[in-house]
């Protein structure tokens, strides 16, 4: 079944410490994107890609830094700049098409990050 | 300006009765589509209903249906014969297809308890 895997589902991180949330997808989805989501708050878009290689800043994107060097995968990594990193993070992908706006963003299940 | 406005935190209804929760957005494209997305505990998000700004008529999935304002720049959901299983955070969401048709707007979400 197609689908965006995202892993670890829970992560801890340590003071001073970079960490790396992984986001997989089989779905031939050409955008893929960052969400965080802190306790009852909405989702604040932190980075997007829409296509390999290129990606953009979102609204929260200080702390944080993405690659996007295959379709499949677009790897977040929660830098020690990020003061605040404890929140759930969502991660999307949908087609890339002008025009065709029905297609929705499919999500993964989520890595919930707490610092140590 | 917020692109998507849900004006309601949270709200409670009655197993068994039909419940409204408001969306209003702001965009001054034409062609833009409107999505609502269902996350439970749990935290994955669930993709529920989609209305097209040219759509003539209120989209329907379902127990789901969408009451579509363009005038107003509403696109409010509605669910019909609530269940135990609709409490949750549901969030209004929009694409536009003029200026950067891969971004998702979202709302801040509204928390819905259903009663026994």
């Known amino acids: 079944d197609g689908g965006i895997t995202q892993s670890p589902k829970y992560l801890f991180r340590k003071e001073g410490q970079n960490v790396t949330l992984s986001c997989e997808q089989n779905?031939?989805?050409?955008?893929m994107y960052w969400y965080r989501q802190d306790p009852g708050q909405g989702l604040r878009l932190i980075y997007y890609?829409?296509?390999?290689?290129?990606?953009q800043k979102g609204d929260i994107a200080e702390g944080y830094s993405v690659s996007r060097e295959k379709k499949e995968s677009f790897p977040l990594t929660v830098t020690s700049a990020q003061k605040n990193p404890t929140a759930f993070y969502l991660c999307?992908?949908?087609?890339?098409?002008?025009?065709?706006?029905?297609?929705?963003?499919?999500f993964g299940d989520g890595t919930r990050l707490s610092i140590l | 300006a917020q692109k998507i406005t849900q004006t309601q935190p949270g709200m409670f209804v009655q197993e068994k009765e039909a419940v409204t929760l408001d969306c209003t957005y702001d965009?001054?494209?034409?062609?833009?589509?409107l999505f609502w997305y269902k996350q439970p505990s749990s935290g994955e998000m669930i993709f529920l209903i989609y209305?097209?700004?040219?759509?003539?008529q209120n989209a329907t999935e379902g127990r789901y249906s969408l009451n579509f304002q363009k005038a107003r720049k509403s696109a409010n959901l509605v669910i019909s014969a609530s269940q135990l299983g609709d409490s949750a955070m549901y969030f209004c969401?929009?694409?536009?297809?003029?200026?950067?048709?891969?971004?998702?707007?979202f709302g801040s979400g509204t928390k819905l308890n259903v009663k026994p």
């Open positions: 779905l031939n989805h050409d955008a």
């Open positions: 965009t001054s494209d034409q062609s833009y589509g």
């Open positions: 999307a992908s949908s087609i890339k098409q002008r025009g065709n706006l029905r297609q929705p963003q499919h």
């Open positions: 209305q097209g700004s040219y759509d003539e």
């Open positions: 890609s829409q296509i390999v290689n290129d990606f």
């Open positions: 969401a929009m694409r536009e297809d003029l200026y950067n048709f891969n971004k998702f707007y």
